[in-house]
């Protein structure tokens, strides 16, 4: 079982009317789909003189594009035609990219996708047409559709609030708070994933370093209470944004380390580690990803 889904720009895969579902069921059967597995990989390279074949400088995935083959089928030829002018309006040209989802046996994913057409449609034999489609996916990486569950780190939960009231049914029962500064995460993914930390104040200079991998992001600011730090890790679209105690959200990419580094959770085990000024503070670090693969 096979099953392809284009969300257009704005729309939610929760509205399945507003997008294009290719499945075994009508009225768009997918024959065939192509470009799901494992993308193009190229070496940058040069030549040396007196150093036989090329010295390697690194790897670069190309961009993925995803092709199948679909039937379009109507009760009618009219209503063919209809599901036909369907499909186009949901395969319109836009500026900005939509989300593919891919589903078979064992896996459910999703990409970026920008349609390379509206469907080129070729043989049609009674209330039935078939088309090639085509989508351009400049990331190359499948993502899950659902996040890892959360994992936090520093102040967890529970501990004493003031004043301290004890209900009668729990008069024997005292609960003190757990700290961790450091948690394993699991990255089931074939590539590394970009990582979401979220930091809530009180926070005195904070820094999240990865023990595996040895690198470290570290925050050159005090971060009062009700201050909450969001750090996005992925390449070309890192982010850093602060929201005060009021909800305002502003740009604050100017308060990380110039020696950080905005790593990645590799394939496998990654140890994290919470550092902060004052490690009294009650902060809470929560760890939030979504593992990519580079096929399915």
């Known amino acids: 079982m096979q099953i392809l889904t284009y969300v257009p720009p704005g729309e939610s895969i929760t509205r399945p009317d507003r997008c294009a579902v290719f499945s075994l069921s009508p009225p768009y059967i ?69 989300t593919l989802y891919y589903q078979n046996d064992h896996i459910h994913v999703r990409i970026a996708a920008y349609p390379a057409n509206a469907a080129e449609f070729a043989m049609r034999i009674n209330n039935w047409n078939s088309a090639q489609l085509s989508f351009r996916c400049p990331y190359p990486y499948w993502e899950a559709v659902d996040e890892v569950p959360p994992s936090y780190m520093a102040y967890i939960d529970g501990g004493f609030e003031w004043p301290l009231e004890f209900a009668p049914e729990n008069d024997n ?95 496998g085990a990654n140890e994290l580690q919470y550092e902060s000024g004052n490690d009294n503070e009650q902060t809470k670090v929560i760890i939030q990803y979504r593992e990519q693969y580079a096929g399915v």
């Open 173 to 267: 029962l005292i609960e003190f708070a757990s700290r961790s500064n450091h948690c394993t995460v699991q990255n089931s993914g074939s590539v590394p994933t970009p990582v979401r930390l979220t930091i809530t104040g009180p926070a005195n200079n904070p820094a999240v370093l990865n023990i595996t991998t040895g690198e470290t992001i570290r925050v050159k600011k005090t971060l009062d209470e009700g201050e909450t730090l969001v750090i996005y890790t992925k390449p070309g679209a890192k982010s850093v944004t602060l929201t005060d105690a009021d909800g305002l959200v502003t740009n604050a990419f100017a308060y990380i380390d110039l020696q950080s580094t905005f790593f990645q959770l590799q394939p």
């Open 30 to 98: 997918l024959a065939t789909v192509a470009g799901v597995g494992g993308a193009e990989t190229s070496l940058i390279q040069d030549t040396i003189p007196g150093i036989d074949g090329a010295y390697v400088y690194t790897t670069r995935t190309e961009s993925r594009e995803v092709t199948a083959t679909i039937y379009v089928k109507g009760d009618t030829r009219q209503g063919m035609y209809e599901k036909r002018f369907s499909l186009i309006r949901k395969l319109a040209p836009s500026k900005e990219p939509g």
